[in-house]
C-alpha cells in the first residue's frame, strides 16, 4: 500500500476517528463507537472502507488495525525519494551543511567553530560583493534562514566575513564565485 492511498483515506475524519480509537486500544465496534464519539453505522462504514484498503482487519464485530501496513508504507515512500542535492562540491563541507541546513533553512548555528565558518561562508553568498547593505535589508535576508537574524548576522561580523560601519553591512570574507 502506498503512503499516499493511507494519507488518502486518513483525510476523512469518520475514518481517522475510527484508526485513532483502534490504535488506542478499541477493538469491537462498539468500543471503537464509545471511544470516538461515532454513531455505530458510521464506524461500521468506515473500517468497511478500511478493511477493503487493507488496514483493518475485520472479522464480525472485532476490528484489528493492521499498524504493520503503515510503516511498509512509510518506508516504501521514504526509499523513493531521492537524495538531496549536495550543497558543496567538497563531500566533507556538504555533510557539515547537511546536517545544519533543512530544507534551505539554518536548523541551529553550529558551537564548533570550523563548522561554524563552513555554514557561515555558505550563508554569506547572499549577500553581492561590493553592495552595501542597511541593517534593515541584512535582517531581511537572514531571517530566510534562521529566526534570530541578530546572532546570525553578529557570527557573520565576528568571522570577518561581514564588516559594518555607520548602521551598513558589507560581505568582506568567504568565497566568491567569478565567472569567467
Not at 105 to 111: F, Q
Not at 124 to 134: A, D, H, I, K, S
Amino acid at each position: 500500500m502506498e503512503a499516499a492511498t493511507i494519507v488518502g483515506l486518513l483525510a476523512d475524519p469518520t475514518r481517522l476517528k475510527v484508526v485513532a480509537a483502534l490504535a488506542l486500544g478499541a477493538g469491537t465496534i462498539e468500543e471503537v463507537a464509545g471511544a470516538s464519539g461515532l454513531a455505530l453505522k458510521d464506524v461500521a462504514l468506515a473500517a468497511r472502507r478500511l478493511g477493503r484498503a487493507g488496514l483493518v482487519r475485520r472479522d464480525g464485530h472485532v476490528l484489528e488495525l493492521l499498524t504493520d501496513r503503515f510503516g511498509a508504507a512509510a518506508r516504501a515512500a521514504a526509499a523513493s525519494v531521492p537524495p538531496p542535492e549536495p550543497l558543496s562540491d567538497d563531500p566533507a563541507e556538504s555533510a557539515v551543511l547537511a546536517a545544519f541546513i533543512r530544507d534551505g533553512r539554518l536548523t541551529t548555528v553550529p558551537a564548533q567553530q570550523t563548522k561554524r565558518r563552513v555554514v557561515l561562508e555558505h550563508v554569506v553568498r547572499v549577500f553581492e560583493v561590493g553592495v552595501r547593505y542597511p541593517e534593515r535589508e541584512v535582517n531581511a535576508l537572514l531571517a530566510v534562514w534562521h529566526p534570530d537574524t541578530a546572532a546570525l548576522r553578529r557570527h557573520l561580523v565576528d568571522e570577518g566575513l561581514l564588516s559594518r560601519e555607520a548602521g551598513l553591512y558589507w560581505r568582506s570574507g568567504g568565497w566568491v564565485d567569478v565567472d569567467r
